[in-house]
């Protein structure tokens, strides 16, 4: 019974998400938002459908299209980060001759993964994404339920890691306990898209700030900040996502 329970679930948020993924579609069509390959710009617009809940917000913020540039430095300390991670991952993973593969870059249906961590057998990739490990490296202050959301939609059973660098933060969810939650995001966000498609036109009075740009005033703190947090939280975070992993491959 709890199976065909769960079974149940997870046809219905499979229901859901492909129900968002044509209101994106349409979005996209109504809006022109693609990118330069010409693919919709779903991340944004789901994005967008979930972090405002006024339809005229929405509409502004469709209607800019723009998405914010982050500073070099962000980039730079974020590519490190990323880099670092998955050296050191691949190389406990190569000495302890562990079944896992590393991802990185990994770019989905609605963005682009920092890290992800699958369990193998015989070298083979496993079907099921029921042991994946997504990793989610920050190196400001910024934290976002929604892009969480996002990651959760293409993979709702993985294990979702947030590393925060310079907070000494790592943030471990189970997609799977939060399975209720995802599916309330989406109908959310599809009544939202639903109701910017079938309105002529949709206003507020509402200025949402969907522009901001990060302004660094003390970039030589900053990156002493970064550089320190980063060599004390590495083997921190990589001990958690191996914890995790093999836990994982144990019940496989």
């Not at 405002?52 to 913020?61: E, F, L, R, S």
């Not at 993964?113 to 042991?131: C, F, N, Q, Y």
């Not at 209720?180 to 599809?190: D, E, F, G, H, S």
């Not at 302004?215 to 703190?221: N, S, Y």
């Amino acid at each position: 019974m709890k199976e065909k329970f769960q079974n149940n679930m997870d046809a219905l948020l499979r229901q859901l998400l492909d129900c968002l993924d044509k209101v994106c579609e349409k979005i996209a069509e109504k809006f022109d938002l693609y990118d330069m390959r010409g693919r919709a710009r779903k991340a944004f617009i789901v994005d967008t459908l979930m972090r405002y809940h006024c339809c005229g917000c929405i509409a502004k913020v469709l209607m800019e299209r723009k998405s914010g540039g982050a500073d070099a430095l962000y980039i730079e300390n974020h590519a490190l980060a990323v880099n670092l991670l998955i050296g050191m991952l691949k190389y406990q993973i190569s000495v302890n001759d562990l079944p896992l593969d590393v991802f990185g870059e990994l770019n989905g249906n609605l963005g682009i993964i920092d890290l992800v961590i699958t369990p193998t057998r015989s070298g083979l990739i496993l079907e099921a994404k029921d042991h994946e490990v997504i990793v989610e490296v920050k190196t400001g202050k910024t934290f976002s339920y929604f892009q969480l959301f996002r990651y959760l939609f293409g993979r709702p059973n993985a294990t979702m890691i947030f590393w925060r660098v310079t907070e000494g933060q790592v943030i471990v969810l189970e997609g799977k306990k939060l399975q209720k939650l995802l599916m309330l995001c989406a109908a959310a966000a599809i009544h939202r898209g639903l109701s910017i498609l079938n309105a002529a036109n949709v206003t507020c009075n509402h200025s949402p700030n969907c522009n901001k740009k990060t302004t660094i005033d003390d970039p030589q703190e900053l990156v002493v900040d970064f550089l320190e947090s980063l060599q004390e939280g590495i083997p921190k975070v990589v001990g958690v996502i191996l914890s995790i992993l093999n836990q994982e491959v144990g019940s496989i």
